[in-house]
Structure formats: structure tokens, C-alpha cells
């Protein structure tokens, strides 16, 4: 694969790693903490702090030195032993992702796919439950990376504990871009990591039980697990001053205590309208350029933005025209859907401009590979809804 042309700015607007704030990048340049010493602790205890309000939880999020896969991997560890009887309710490629978890640990599975593109819909669940007895735990998406799709968690976790079981939520990509009140909706298990709306590079896995789930994974405590073993984190992270029962990732630490305390200035429910924001304007663009939304058109899908590619041109080339020739790195599509959309990020370290500017060189590799498009027609809609908001949602400070 060529470098990139390091006289061409970089922009990256893929899902994840996703960029990096100046200063989060600059707190891991000083020199490193001995993770035992009281500087490293404090911070350590700042984080799972600041973590809760993200979690929008008092449970204790547990951390992990791992991507956002260990933290889902977790939630099948201590939940899971062989012959549970598991529903995976998925919707795309990382929703498959807990189906092949729970084949690993040995679960009586039940894979339900509800098609990539389409949402996990709360009545089709119920459905599947019913059909299904005795399934005592259901792993579903927040936000499928795949497609854009965003699934009612709160609806879904109603159904799921009406039928007596606990429901896993995989929210890597979608926790603090769109809402997920953890302790309000009740959901049993939030998996997430840094790399994403945390604006944090890639290296630490969370996952949020509450009680519920605590107790379940106490029953099975021993069985298949060691280093993602709930109860191993949890004792030392309740200690005070807390600890890690493993080295924890101390540069990622540190970044993400920088990360944590922007989110916090900004707001949260801040944070959250911005991404509104931005995934409004980038719907706006596509539709102005007469393209199809892939899947449901939903004013909660603000982490990434699925684009139809024209059936004309060759659609594997435009990810590859907009980072080899504009510097503008988004995704396209997997799997079945390679060749077919286009993704275009906005969660974590973005504002109205990098919407802007990757809107621009979109349009124009369209144009470089035939499509009839006018050149400026999504940029000029993407502008009004900056407009009309009155502010140009800016990236945080």
C-alpha cells in the first residue's frame, strides 16, 4: 500500500481509530507514571470516576488493556458457560461479532440476524424470545458501525427483561455519541472502548455491569476466565485509593483522563447535540446529491453515515480516490456491501468543517469516476443546517 503523500493534509473520517484532540495526543509524550505511584493513581481514580458519567451509571466501569472487542468479550466471559442458552440479536458486522464471542464460550446460541441495514426491532425480539424459552442472556448493538444503523436499547432491554433474561449491549461506537442512560433504561451490561466517541486512541476495553449482572457472573465464577474476570477488576478498582489487578494502559490512561475532563466541559448532553448536529447536516448532504441513506433514515444515527453508492461507477474506488488523492480517509462498506456504500464518521473530534471538507472531496470523486453530479449541491445543504442551528458546531475545544 503507498504512503500517504505527506505534502497533503490528512483528514480521517473513518469510524474508528477516529481523531485525536491535540492535547490528548500531547499528554502521551511526557513522560511515563509508574501505574503504582500516587501521580498514576490519581489519575486512575479521576477516570472510573469521569467514566460513570459517560456510562450515565454508578456501577463501576471495569477497564481493560484491550480494544473494544475485550470489553465484549467480558460480557460473554462472565456471562456465559457451556449450554447458556444465548440469543445474539445482530444487525451487521460487529452484531455477528457477539455471536462468534458466544460460539468460543460454548453458549446454546441462537443467532437471530435481522438483516444488515435494517434495526433490531423491538416487537421482531419479542418474537424471537417467545419462540425461544429459557434464553438467559441477549447480546444486541447500540450503534452497528457496519451500516449506521442505531437499535432502540431502552425499547429493547423492556422486552428483554419481561422475558426474564439479561441483555449485553455493544455500544464501542455509539457511547458518547448518542444517549445510552445505562441506569435509567436498566440495561444489565454496556461494552465499549477508547478509540471511538472518547476520542482516545485504541488500547482500552470497558464493560458496565450492574448488580444483576454481577450476580449471574458470580455463579460462574472459575469457569473459562482469568484476565477478563470481572471480580479480579472490580476488587481492585472498589479499593481506596483504587487499583489494577494487571498493568493498566498507563499513555492511554492519561490521554483518555484529558479526553474525559473535554467531554465533561463540553457536556455531555452538549456532546450528544453536536453529534445530532453533525449527522444531520452529512444526511443532508447525501440527499442533496440525490443518494440513498443505507438503511432507515434515523435522527439518532450519529455516529456514521452509510451512503448508496451509484451502481454506475465502480464504488470500491471511492475510499481509495478520497484518501490517495484528497487525503480524506473514510470507509467503505463489508463484507456483502463492499463496493456498495460508503461511510462517512462523526463521532468524537469532529466538526462542522471536517463534515464540509470530506463532503467536498466525496463529491468530487463521484465526479473523477463519471457520476453526473453538481459539484457543491451537498456541501451547500450540509452548510444550511449548520446555519439554520446557529452555530457552527465546532469540534471540542
Known sequence: MPEANPYIKQYLMAAGPTPIPPKVSQIQAEPILYHRAPAFVAIYARVLDRLKTVFQTQNEVLTFSASGSGG???????????????????CGKFGERWAELAEAYGADLVHWDAGWGNRVEPSELEQKLSENPGIEVVYTTLSETSTGVVNDVQALTEVVHNAGALIAVDAVSGL????????????????????????????????????????????????????????????????????????????????LDVALGMIEDEGLENVFERHRLLGRATRAA??????????????????VTAVKLPESIDGAK???????????TIA?????????????????????FDILTTVAGFEMALRELGHDVELGSGVGAAQAVFLEAGVPAGAPA
Open 176 to 255: 458518547g455519541a448518542v444517549p445510552l442512560r445505562q441506569d435509567d433504561w436498566g440495561v444489565d451490561v454496556v461494552a465499549a472502548g477508547s478509540q471511538k466517541a472518547l476520542m482516545c486512541p485504541p488500547g482500552l476495553g470497558f464493560a458496565s455491569p450492574n448488580q444483576a449482572a454481577l450476580d449471574r457472573a458470580a455463579e460462574t465464577a472459575g469457569q473459562g476466565r482469568y484476565y477478563f474476570d470481572w471480580q479480579k477488576t472490580l476488587k481492585g478498582q472498589k479499593k481506596d485509593p483504587p487499583d489494577s489487578p494487571f498493568t493498566p494502559a498507563v499513555p492511554i490512561f492519561m490521554a
Open 286 to 303: 447525501v440527499k442533496a446529491l440525490d443518494l440513498e441513506i443505507f438503511g432507515p433514515e434515523d435522527e439518532n444515527s450519529n455516529v
Open 318 to 328: 471511492v475510499p481509495k480516490i478520497m484518501r490517495d488523492t484528497y487525503g480524506i
Open 332 to 352: 467503505g462498506g463489508q463484507n456483502q456491501l463492499k463496493g456498495k456504500i460508503a461511510r462517512i464518521a462523526h463521532t468524537g473530534y469532529f466538526g462542522a
Open 72 to 90: 465484549m468479550e467480558s460480557a460473554v466471559a462472565n456471562l456465559v458457560k457451556p449450554g447458556t442458552k444465548v440469543l445474539v440479536a445482530s
